[in-house]
Nanobody
Framework: VQLQASGGGLAQPGGSLRLSCTVS????????MGWYRQAPGQGRELIAS???????TYTDSVRGRFTISRDNDRNRLSLQMTRLKPEDTAVYFC????????WGQGTLVTVSS
């Protein structure tokens, strides 16, 4: 199974970024998927999740700012991030929820002016 996250970069506070995750080697359409992040010096946390049916959940810190979505035909998971804050700076990963697979490299998001 390969989980390839992309789309990170440098954004200003208040800005937006869109992350994508391509999943291969598993039945993507059968799994609840999640976006996780790991800030410098912190543990990895689940921030958004989406079921096969499309039901979404978010941690309090991103609710109302981030939107998770999935395309089961393309085995792709997305995270639209808006109103970014410096505390959103982290490496972002995708995986199932709960996680089952190796994490991959993730994609770095840096929010700074």
């Amino acid at each position: 199974v390969q989980l390839q996250a992309s789309g990170g970069g440098l954004a200003q506070p208040g800005g937006s970024l869109r992350l994508s995750c391509t999943v291969s080697g598993t039945f993507f359409s059968l799994d609840t998927m999640g976006w996780y992040r790991q800030a410098p010096g912190q543990g990895r946390e689940l921030i958004a999740s989406i079921t096969v049916a499309g039901t979404t959940t978010y941690t309090d810190s991103v609710r109302g700012r981030f939107t998770i979505s999935r395309d089961n035909d393309r085995n792709r998971l997305s995270l639209q991030m808006t109103r970014l804050k410096p505390e959103d700076t982290a490496v972002y990963f995708c995986n199932t929820n709960p996680y089952q697979y190796n994490w991959g490299q993730g994609t770095l998001v840096t929010v700074s002016s």
